[in-house]
């Protein structure tokens, strides 16, 4: 299901802040080369990522998903002086080529990258989270945030990406166990009281949930 109008995106895209030469330079590598080019935030994503955290200048931001690295250069632009981003990436094809960007865009020593099983590192990483974006396998979401919760400082912040999920969430019948796991922390998410929380139509859809 086409969420967003692609011609809205152009538009869009041609009206906010150009993309950051070297996250350009990125993509580009990352639409030639990657398999699925389609799971790196890009540019209109990736700049929301960027003011989103330069608004709460985070000194410890958790990042679920790394992929090739993209949006967690735009997530630690925000950084406090002295902060911290840490990342974890299952893959490790993927994780070789994100520690190769980070040292390009200068971050390698605000970038924490982390590889291996979300769930068994996030209970390692003893922090007090001020951002965290949430953007890895679909059926661990509900997990990562009962792991996190805890962990959140006043005012923290997740971003949860892809809960709209290509608009299968949206059907009579939602099929397919990461479909059926994304509506399933959405839920969760709506019944959760100690959060106040908005769900944007941003891309592929993007929950912002901030603790009380």
Same mark, same amino acid.
């Given at each position: 299901?086409?969420?967003?109008?692609?011609?809205?995106?152009?538009?869009?895209?041609?009206?906010s802040?150009?993309?950051?030469?070297?996250?350009k330079?990125?993509?580009?590598?990352?639409? &030639?080369?990657?398999?699925?080019?389609?799971?790196?935030?890009?540019?209109? !994503?990736?700049?929301?990522?960027?003011?989103?955290?330069?608004?709460?200048?985070?000194?410890?931001? +958790?990042?679920?998903?790394?992929?090739?690295?993209?949006?967690?250069?735009?997530?630690?632009?925000?950084?406090? !002086?002295?902060?911290?981003?840490?990342?974890?990436?299952?893959? =490790?094809?993927d994780?070789?080529?994100?520690?190769?960007?980070?040292?390009?865009?200068? &971050? !390698?020593?605000?970038?924490?990258?982390?590889?291996?099983?979300a769930?068994?590192?996030?209970? !390692? &990483?003893? =922090?007090?989270?001020? +951002?965290?974006?949430?953007?890895?396998?679909?059926?661990?979401?509900?997990?990562?945030?009962?792991?996190?919760?805890?962990?959140?400082?006043?005012?923290?912040?997740?971003l949860?990406?892809?809960?709209?999920?290509?608009?299968?969430? +949206?059907?009579?019948?939602?099929?397919?166990?990461?479909?059926?796991?994304?509506?399933?922390?959405?839920?969760? +998410?709506?019944?959760? =009281?100690?959060?106040?929380?908005?769900? &944007?139509?941003?891309?592929?859809?993007?929950?912002?949930?901030?603790?009380k």
């Open positions: 299901m086409e969420l967003v109008h692609p011609q809205a995106e152009i538009y869009a895209a041609n009206f802040s150009a993309e950051d030469p070297v996250l330079t990125i993509a580009e590598a990352t639409t &030639l080369s990657h398999a699925q080019p389609h799971m790196m935030s890009g540019h209109l !994503q990736g700049k929301f990522l960027e003011i989103i955290s330069k608004l709460i200048a985070p000194k410890r931001i +958790l990042e679920i998903g790394t992929m090739i690295g993209y949006s967690s250069i735009c997530l630690a632009k925000g950084l406090a !002086q002295g902060g911290i981003l840490h990342t974890i990436e299952m893959r =490790e094809e994780a070789a080529i994100a520690k190769e960007n980070f040292r390009v865009a200068g &971050l !390698q020593e605000q970038i924490q990258l982390h590889v291996g099983n769930a068994e590192i996030i209970p !390692q &990483l003893n =922090e007090p989270w001020d +951002l965290v974006f949430i953007d890895a396998d679909k059926t661990g979401y509900s997990k990562y945030y009962e792991l996190l919760k805890p962990r959140l400082r006043s005012g923290a912040v997740i949860a990406d892809n809960v709209l999920f290509h608009g299968d969430v +949206l059907e009579n019948e939602i099929k397919g166990k990461n479909a059926k796991a994304i509506h399933a922390f959405n839920e969760m +998410l709506a019944a959760d =009281e100690e959060v106040e929380k908005i769900m &944007l139509t941003l891309r592929d859809g993007l929950f912002l949930i901030r603790k």
